[in-house]
Each structure stands twice: as structure tokens, then as C-alpha cells.
């Protein structure tokens, strides 16, 4: 199912994202993907809509993603979506590697710009290539039939000036042909809200799926907020810090809000939830159990 039908769900749509396992040899490799798609196998009875593989920055996990993306459709039985950024490349060599996920039976893509790589302050444009998601997007929706999955950011897009500026340059995305937004992960439920508030009043009508990553340790705190900017409330902030030496406690916490942080969002009519695995099963397996999301709710198949 492409992601315009997924999302026309009248249940709530759960995805997952995962990344490439980093891997130095062949025997690595098959060890990591295997136990990965175990993690994955225990998270399949809540019944995915899809699970979104990410693609490394600089195009460094390009042909993993591949694999993996192949892996999680033909041994779990799950849609996977594949990310793809604009870094480094050319059309043509944008236009072989998209096609070849179309002839594998992939339905969906995210449509990414990407970071600069390290060590460089700003994104450029590479040669032959597109200097903004909105033109990948543009270029997929013409050369394919791909349902295409675009990012967006409730707290705003580093890069840019304004939270308004920002959203019009989503509304590019969505114009070119985007059927999905997934926002950057948050904590701050309100700021999600106003988000869409103000996406839906400059036009943006495609559903805004709030991304999640649940907190289970106090070491993920400064990556999180450095990584992606976004800000914690203050009384969870509290609470992580003053439990900081015990890390049973942070898990609770931390779980505890994201059950409590997703209740919210369904609560207020959202159309599903992508979480943020980090390759692991445990933490969102108990946020599901919790919100008595099962795999009676939805079948993405
Ligand atoms: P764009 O939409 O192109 O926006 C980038 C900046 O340019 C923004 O500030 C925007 O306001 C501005 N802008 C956009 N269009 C225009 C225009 N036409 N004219 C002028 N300004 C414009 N990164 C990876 O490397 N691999 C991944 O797999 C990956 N997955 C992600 C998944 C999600 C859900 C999210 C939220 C992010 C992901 N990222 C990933 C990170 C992403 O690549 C970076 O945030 C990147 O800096 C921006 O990508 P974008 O597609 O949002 O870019």
C-alpha cells in the first residue's frame, strides 16, 4: 500500500524506523542483520503499516539499506520504506537506485535532502544533482510511481529562520507531490500541535505523523537535544536529572512519559505514530502493550 492508503486507516497507523547496523566484515554483517530483524520480529505482532530504514549520511550505508530494506520484506513480511537523501548524487545514479527498489516491490520512499557532509557547514547542491527534498521529491513523483514520505520539524528546521518560513518550504514538498509528512522526534506535545495548526492554515493537508523516541537512559539526553534541537519539558528534564545515577528509574520515566506523550496524540485525532526504534524492541514493545495497541488494531499488509 502506498502511504496515502496506509494513512487512510480509521485506526491508528504504527510504523517503525530503524537504521543500518554499522559493520566492518561479511560475518559481522550477517550476525548484526540477523539479530536486528529478531528485535524487529518482536515488534512485528503489532502489525507495522511499514518500517522505515535509514539511509547514512554522506550515502554511506547505501547498499545495507538496500539489503536490509530486502530483508525486512521478504523474512518478516513487512512493507519497508526506504530513506533516501539528495547527498552526493546525480540523477541518473538517483534515478537506478530508486528504481531498483520500485522492481523489488517497494511502494514507498522518504525523500530527503540530507546533512552536509561532516566537517562541512553547509549542504551543497551536487553536481547534476538537487539542492533541496522538494526537487528529489519533484524528480521521484515524475520518474516513478513510488509513494513518497517527505520530513518535517514542529520545532523547526535548524537551517532556517522561522518556523513559517519553514512550513512553506514543506508546503514545496507537498505541492511536488509528498503523501506523508514524519516529523522530527519531540517532546513537547504542543509544539507538535501548533505545528500542524500552522501547516493546515498555509495548506499542507496530508497527514503530520508525529515521530517518537522513547528516553531509557540518561547517556541518550545530550545527543537528543544536540542532535535535534528540540526541547524537553521542564519538569521531565527535572525528573531525568534527579534520577540520573539510577538508570532503572530513567527507564521508567522515560517510558512513562512516552505512553503518556502518545495517549495525547491519538487522544487528539492523529493518525498514527512512527517510532524511533534505535534497533531495539524493548522500549516501544512496552509503550504498545501499554496504549493496548495490538495486532488486532491495524493490518498494514
Ligand atoms: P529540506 O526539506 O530540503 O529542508 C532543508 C532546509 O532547507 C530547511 O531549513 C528548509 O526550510 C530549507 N528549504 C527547503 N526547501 C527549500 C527551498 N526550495 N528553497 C529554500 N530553502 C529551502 N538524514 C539522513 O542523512 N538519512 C536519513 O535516513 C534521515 N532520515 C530522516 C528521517 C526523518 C523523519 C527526519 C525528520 C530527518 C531525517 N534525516 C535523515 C535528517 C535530514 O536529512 C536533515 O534534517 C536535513 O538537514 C534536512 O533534510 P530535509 O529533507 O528536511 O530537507
Same mark, same amino acid.
Given at each position: 500500500?502506498?502511504?496515502?492508503?496506509?494513512?487512510? *486507516?480509521?485506526?491508528?497507523?504504527?510504523?517503525?524506523?530503524?537504521?543500518?547496523?554499522?559493520?566492518?566484515?561479511?560475518?559481522?554483517?550477517?550476525?548484526?542483520?540477523?539479530?536486528?530483524?529478531?528485535?524487529?520480529?518482536?515488534?512485528?505482532?503489532?502489525?507495522?503499516?511499514?518500517?522505515?530504514?535509514?539511509?547514512?549520511?554522506?550515502?554511506?550505508?547505501?547498499?545495507?539499506?538496500?539489503?536490509?530494506?530486502?530483508?525486512?520484506?521478504?523474512?518478516?513480511?513487512?512493507?519497508?520504506?526506504?530513506?533516501?537523501?539528495?547527498?552526493?548524487?546525480?540523477?541518473?545514479?538517483?534515478?537506478?537506485?530508486?528504481?531498483?527498489?520500485?522492481?523489488?516491490?517497494?511502494? +514507498?520512499?522518504?525523500?530527503?535532502?540530507?546533512?552536509?557532509?561532516?566537517?562541512?557547514?553547509?549542504?551543497?547542491?551536487?553536481?547534476?544533482?538537487?539542492?533541496?527534498?522538494?526537487?528529489?521529491?519533484?524528480?521521484?513523483?515524475?520518474?516513478?510511481?513510488?509513494?513518497?514520505?517527505?520530513?518535517?520539524?514542529? =520545532?523547526?528546521?535548524?537551517?532556517?529562520?522561522?518556523?513559517?518560513?519553514?512550513?512553506?518550504?514543506?508546503?514545496?514538498?507537498?505541492? *511536488?507531490?509528498?503523501?506523508?509528512?514524519?516529523?522530527?522526534?519531540?517532546?513537547?506535545?504542543?509544539?507538535?500541535?501548533?505545528?500542524?495548526?500552522?501547516?493546515?492554515?498555509?495548506?499542507?493537508?496530508?497527514?503530520?505523523?508525529?515521530?517518537?523516541?522513547?528516553?531509557?537512559?540518561?547517556?541518550?539526553?545530550?545527543?537528543?537535544?544536540?542532535?535535534?534541537?528540540?526541547?524537553?519539558?521542564?519538569?521531565?528534564?527535572?525528573?531525568?536529572?534527579?534520577?540520573?545515577?539510577?538508570?532503572?528509574?530513567?527507564?521508567?520515566?522515560?517510558?512513562?512519559?512516552?505512553?503518556?506523550?502518545?495517549?495525547?496524540?491519538? =487522544? +487528539?485525532?492523529?493518525?498514527?505514530?512512527?517510532?524511533?526504534?534505535?534497533?531495539?524492541?524493548?522500549?516501544?514493545?512496552?509503550?504498545?502493550?501499554?496504549?493496548?495497541?495490538?495486532?488486532?488494531?491495524?493490518?498494514?499488509?
Amino acid at each position: 500500500m502506498k502511504l496515502k492508503e496506509i494513512y487512510n *486507516s480509521t485506526k491508528p497507523v504504527i510504523s517503525f524506523e530503524v537504521f543500518p547496523p554499522k559493520i566492518k566484515s561479511p560475518e559481522e554483517k550477517k550476525h548484526k542483520m540477523q539479530a536486528l530483524l529478531c528485535e524487529l520480529s518482536r515488534l512485528s505482532k503489532y502489525n507495522p503499516a511499514f518500517i522505515s530504514v535509514t539511509y547514512g549520511a554522506g550515502g554511506g550505508t547505501r547498499e545495507t539499506t538496500f539489503e536490509l530494506v530486502l530483508m525486512i520484506k521478504d523474512e518478516l513480511n513487512i512493507q519497508p520504506m526506504p530513506h533516501f537523501t539528495c547527498v552526493g548524487s546525480a540523477r541518473n545514479e538517483i534515478l537506478q537506485y530508486i528504481k531498483k527498489f520500485e522492481s523489488h516491490g517497494i511502494y +514507498n520512499i522518504l525523500a530527503l535532502r540530507g546533512d552536509p557532509p561532516r566537517g562541512e557547514k553547509k549542504f551543497v547542491k551536487p553536481k547534476d544533482g538537487f539542492g533541496y527534498a522538494n526537487e528529489l521529491v519533484e524528480f521521484i513523483n515524475a520518474k516513478t510511481g513510488l509513494g513518497i514520505g517527505v520530513a518535517g520539524y514542529p =520545532e523547526c528546521h535548524p537551517d532556517c529562520c522561522s518556523l513559517e518560513v519553514d512550513i512553506q518550504n514543506l508546503k514545496r514538498k507537498v505541492d *511536488s507531490g509528498a503523501e506523508a509528512v514524519i516529523t522530527q522526534l519531540f517532546y513537547d506535545n504542543q509544539r507538535y500541535f501548533d505545528f500542524v495548526e500552522k501547516a493546515r492554515l498555509a495548506g499542507i493537508n496530508i497527514p503530520i505523523i508525529p515521530g517518537i523516541l522513547p528516553i531509557t537512559s540518561h547517556n541518550q539526553l545530550d545527543k537528543i537535544v544536540t542532535l535535534s534541537g528540540c526541547a524537553l519539558p521542564a519538569q521531565f528534564m527535572a525528573d531525568l536529572e534527579k534520577n540520573k545515577n539510577n538508570p532503572e528509574a530513567i527507564k521508567t520515566i522515560g517510558l512513562d512519559f512516552s505512553v503518556n506523550q502518545c495517549k495525547e496524540l491519538l =487522544e +487528539n485525532g492523529m493518525p498514527g505514530i512512527h517510532f524511533y526504534t534505535l534497533n531495539k524492541a524493548f522500549a516501544v514493545k512496552n509503550i504498545l502493550d501499554r496504549l493496548e495497541i495490538n495486532k488486532n488494531e491495524y493490518s498494514g499488509v
